[in-house]
Antibody, heavy 120, light 107 residues
Framework: QVQLQESGPGLVKPSQTLSLTCTVS??????????WSWIRQPAGKGLEWIGR???????TYNPSLRSRVTISLDTSKNQLSLKLSSATAADTAVYYC????????????WGQGTLVTVSS | DIQMTQSPSSLSASVGDRVTITCRAS??????LNWYQQRPGKAPKLLIY???SLQSGVPSRFSGSGSGTDFTLTISSLQPEDFATYYC?????????FGQGTKLEIK
């Protein structure tokens, strides 16, 4: 059973970089069969797809965030990470990591989510 | 980006009712349509993928249909644990966009 767990600072100051890690257990992020995604959800609002990374290191980002987002893999730790630069209050949200199946592009496993607040 | 529009935004129903939620894409997405259930404070849970395929472990009272631009999620007989928010998502092209959600409440 694949499990994903997000971690990182719960509070980030405006203009700083929001950094999160997702630790994957029960499966290898090096498997070419999957992508690994980040999705966020502001309080009381809907879901926004941030981007994804494949085991090859190939990334795809939401155009609305592309200039500020970096997603990377650390295969030695079986982790993926998210960095979002120049954070503002609009980036305050629950951040989820998820596994996306490579053959039908479905997010089948999700982490429990972690709340990040951008505030001084 | 492909826009996904769900209706209704909220719905009141009773245990045992049959309910249908619709999702419309701004362009054809073939059958690359997924449905998720989200309970308060929890991560979304995959219910239906490829428009009509039931994810393993999901009760058979959930079903999906549609292709192209118009899709539906049907719950045949509502159970107490089904009161939650439901989201559709297209995975036809990136960014994988979601509908705004349908909140299913107890009448």
């Amino acid at each position: 059973q694949v499990q994903l767990q997000e971690s990182g600072p719960g509070l980030v100051k405006p203009s700083q970089t929001l950094s999160l890690t997702c630790t994957v257990s029960g499966g290898s992020i090096s498997s070419g069969s999957y992508y690994w995604s980040w999705i966020r959800q502001p309080a009381g609002k809907g879901l926004e797809w941030i981007g994804r990374i494949h085991a090859t290191g190939s990334t795809t980002y939401n155009p609305s965030l592309r200039s500020r987002v970096t997603i990377s893999l650390d295969t030695s730790k079986n982790q993926l990470s998210l960095k979002l630069s120049s954070a503002t209050a609009a980036d305050t949200a629950v951040y989820y990591c998820a596994r996306e199946r490579g053959y039908d592009y479905v997010d089948d496993y999700w982490g429990q989510g972690t709340l990040v607040t951008v505030s001084s | 980006d492909i826009q996904m529009t769900q209706s209704p935004s909220s719905l009141s129903a009773s245990v045992g009712d049959r309910v249908t939620i619709t999702c419309r894409a701004s362009q054809s997405i073939s059958s690359y349509l997924n449905w998720y259930q989200q309970r308060p404070g929890k991560a979304p849970k995959l219910l239906i993928y490829a428009a009509s395929s039931l994810q393993s472990g999901v009760p058979s009272r959930f079903s999906g249909s549609g292709s192209g631009t118009d899709f539906t999620l049907t719950i045949s007989s509502l159970q107490p644990e089904d009161f939650a928010t439901y989201y559709c998502q297209q995975s036809y092209s990136t960014p994988h966009t979601f509908g705004q959600g349908t909140k299913l409440e107890i009448k």
